[in-house]
T-cell receptor, first 110, second 114 residues
């Protein structure tokens, strides 16, 4: 599975869109991009995943660049409850084991 | 739908003692994982089960850690003897094979070794 790189931390004002970048320049054509988040004192929670097309669900949107070397997770209207560590993971197969990196610590500022 | 259940939530022991953690995955999920999360780090995979068989235990410190999933449902993770550096949150996760790939995590068991 391809290595991903994320900034260690980011700030975002409450009510604004939070845009979390992820670099996966060595991703192969059939690797998925998954995003999880971990709120303090809880286990990680799945957010969204995608292969080539942009995806949207009730939690977030995932924008994958055309060359698939990077992606952005968008939380459209960030709230204080979105303060968490966000992990971007590349997976060759949806049944592959998930290896977590250090993620991005997102602080939502009131 | 019930989530992944773990117990105990908290455990404090002295070094060289033993401890066991229990996990009940989501019903029907064939794949079960144990992760170790040290404060300030991402979760580290310890072991992966497919039904009652071990798929990957390459990161499990086998001199002191053991895990089993006898009937392909519940799982236990044991540490004996514990070391100070085993202080961490132990997370259990399960997954439905062939689904979306989503992992469902329990709330974790926080271990403090004194």
């Amino acid at each position: 599975d391809a290595k991903t790189t994320q900034p260690p931390s980011m700030d975002c004002a409450e009510g604004r869109a939070a845009n979390l970048p992820c670099n996966h320049s060595t991703i192969s054509g059939n690797e998925y991009v998954y995003w999880y988040r971990q709120i303090h004192s809880q286990g990680p929670q799945y957010i969204i995943h995608g292969l080539k097309n942009n995806e949207t669900n009730e939690m977030a949107s995932l924008i994958i660049t055309e060359d698939r070397k990077s992606s952005t997770l968008i939380l459209p209207h960030a709230t204080l409850r979105d303060t968490a560590v966000y992990y971007c993971i590349a997976l060759m197969n949806r049944d592959d084991k998930i290896i977590f990196g250090k993620g991005t610590r997102l602080h939502i500022l009131p | 739908e019930a989530g992944v259940a773990q117990s105990p939530r908290y455990k404090i022991i002295e070094k060289r003692q033993s401890v066991a953690f229990w996990c009940n995955p989501i019903s029907g999920h064939a794949t079960l994982y144990w992760y170790q999360q040290i404060l300030g780090q991402g979760p580290k995979l310890l072991i992966q089960f497919q039904n009652n068989g071990v798929v990957d235990d390459s990161q499990l410190p086998k001199d002191r850690f053991s895990a089993e999933r006898l009937k392909g449902v519940d799982s236990t993770l044991k540490i004996q003897p514990a070391k100070l550096e085993d202080s961490a949150v132990y997370l259990c996760a399960s997954r439905n094979t062939g689904g979306t790939g989503e992992l469902f995590f329990g709330e974790g068991s926080r271990l403090t070794v004194l």
